[in-house]
């Protein structure tokens, strides 16, 4: 009677106790987990939305970025009053939105013309990042972003560019770094194709000192000038070389971080005219007409019209193809924007960035995707523990 006491009782503490550490697991990976999801961005740029910022979906977002700064002389400056008002408003979202950081960019497309010279001494980049610290402390914004297009290889027109920008982008952030509170963050825009990667950038000094460098993995080169390809392609395919995954691989192999790395996606379409039938439009030679956001693409492109849909199962992408009026749309769609999502977050990237929050619906659009795929893959982890 004794051992059968003892034996019931040890077989009810070890019962009992089975459920402890159990418990336990359950809430560490649910922290984890939580911590993960914090831990990967979502950043979004975003150009000329003042009025409307506060009908997307701010909550997904980790990260708000602003654009455009300019320079005036060698400081940063905002455009007019009414850009002004825009930064105002995005960073009075963080009263609903504590998680949200908001960034300011500086330059952009077209707006970098005196950069290679006004950056090109310490007298330059000493003004220039202490007006950086004055505007983030004036309009309590969290950081900069950097959108030099670009040095040493030069972009926009007649921008100058200069063999020392390499060099001298490096010494910028140094002193930005130098200046700026421990608790801003700095980030760059990188353009992926290879000779950016190989000229612009001494990516062993710089990347120590920024937070993160978004990666432009949007308006990608086509194989030859001329023709149709995917301008946001995922992989490489006999269509399309760059992509974003040959991108990331090769700075992998330089050496940059990984969790520093921010895969792009595009919210807009690019439009090609006067393409023929074969491959349907895909690799053809054809003339680019316009780019379309993403909220407007398929009530622009309809199905009735004769665009039909196409995927590319290698590059892992969209297209659209209307064989009657010879016109070819290459663009991100939810299901691309969700693979890049997976992608980023599988190999351990620090997340993904998009160009632009207006090009979105306000609602169940492509940031929708993006947010829903990283609860699948969190969804996914809890399982398989």
């Given at each position: 009677m004794i051992k059968y006491k003892m034996r019931k009782g040890i077989l009810l503490t070890l019962f009992i106790l089975s459920f402890i550490p159990t418990s336990s697991f359950n809430q560490k990976s649910t922290s984890q987990n939580e911590k993960k999801q914090e831990d990967f961005r979502v950043i979004a740029y975003c150009l000329n939305e003042g009025g409307n910022i506060e009908k997307y979906e701010i909550d997904k977002l980790t990260h708000l970025i602003f654009c455009f700064t300019e320079l005036k002389g060698n400081k940063i400056s905002l455009k007019d009053s009414e850009d002004e008002d825009r930064l105002k408003r995005f960073v009075e979202l963080k009263a609903k939105h504590p998680k949200l950081k908001v960034l300011v960019a500086f330059g952009g497309w077209g707006c970098c013309e005196t950069c290679s010279d006004v950056f090109a001494s310490d007298s330059g980049r000493k003004e220039f990042a202490t007006s950086v610290n004055d505007l983030l402390k004036k309009y309590n914004a969290d950081g900069i972003d950097i959108d030099w297009e670009s040095p040493v290889i030069g972009g926009y027109e007649n921008h100058k560019a200069s063999k020392d920008d390499k060099a001298n982008f490096t010494s910028l952030v140094k002193e930005l770094r130098n200046i700026l509170p421990a608790k801003s963050e700095i980030c760059f825009d990188a353009n992926s194709f290879k000779t950016y990667i190989e000229l612009s950038i001494d990516w062993q000094s710089v990347m120590p000192l920024v937070d993160f460098v978004n990666l432009m993995t949007y308006t990608l080169p086509s194989n030859v000038?001329?023709?149709?390809?995917?301008?946001?392609?995922?992989?490489?395919?006999p269509f399309q070389y760059e992509s974003a995954d040959i991108a990331i691989h090769k700075l992998d192999s330089i050496g940059v971080p990984m969790n520093k790395m921010i895969i792009g996606a595009g919210f807009y379409s690019e439009v090609y005219e006067n393409v023929d039938s074969v491959n349907n439009g895909l690799g053809r030679p054809g003339t680019s007409k316009s780019s379309i956001h993403?909220?407007?693409?398929?009530?622009?492109?309809?199905?009735?019209?004769?665009?039909?849909?196409?995927?590319?199962?290698?590059?892992?992408?969209p297209f659209l193809y209307n064989k009657r009026l010879k016109t070819f749309v290459t663009f991100d769609d939810k299901k691309s924007v969700s693979l890049k999502t997976n992608y980023a977050i599988e190999n351990k990237l620090g997340g993904i960035m998009f160009w632009n929050l207006k090009y979105d619906t306000f609602r169940a659009g492509l940031?929708?995707?993006?947010?829903?795929?990283?609860?699948?893959?969190?969804?996914?982890t809890t399982t398989n523990i």
């Open positions: 000038k001329g023709q149709t390809g995917h301008h946001a392609a995922l992989y490489s395919s993403y909220k407007k693409l398929f009530e622009t492109f309809k199905e009735k019209d004769g665009y039909e849909y196409h995927w590319d199962s290698i590059a892992q992408a940031l929708d995707a993006i947010d829903k795929q990283i609860k699948t893959n969190i969804n996914k």
